[in-house]
């Protein structure tokens, strides 16, 4: 069973930067993107960017310009940065890998901006 590991997560005052790195426990035969998501306290899990195995990127509207995802060398992992950071931005995030067979989800990590 293939597990995603997330990491990067955690406190930080608005205007910072966190890392998040997501990896997955073992190789993934024929990946097709690789996205994180976001769900804040009750409230719907929400998509934030998106990265193809092609490279191509897609960025909700609320983190354009601040956040941005990119793929490992290793081919199993992806990453998002995350600058000037907003109390709004605070959630748990998700990474996840969608595959031919369909999706791989992580645990999540939490993050967390002080105003």
């Known amino acids: 069973q293939v597990r995603l590991a997330e990491s990067g997560g955690g406190l930080v005052q608005a205007g910072g930067s966190l890392r998040l790195s997501c990896a997955a426990s073992e190789s993934i035969f024929s990946i097709n993107t690789m996205a994180w998501h976001r769900q804040a306290p009750g409230k719907q899990r929400e998509l934030v960017a998106t990265?193809?195995?092609?490279?191509?990127?897609t960025y909700a509207d609320s983190v354009k310009g601040r956040f941005s995802i990119s793929r490992g060398n290793a081919k199993n992992t992806v990453y998002l940065q995350m600058n000037s950071l907003k109390p709004e931005d605070t959630a748990v995030y998700y990474c996840?890998?969608?595959?031919?067979?369909?999706?791989?989800w992580g645990q999540g990590t939490q993050v967390t901006v002080s105003s």
């Open positions: 996840r890998i969608n595959y031919y067979r369909g999706d791989y």
């Open positions: 990265i193809t195995s092609g490279g191509s990127t």
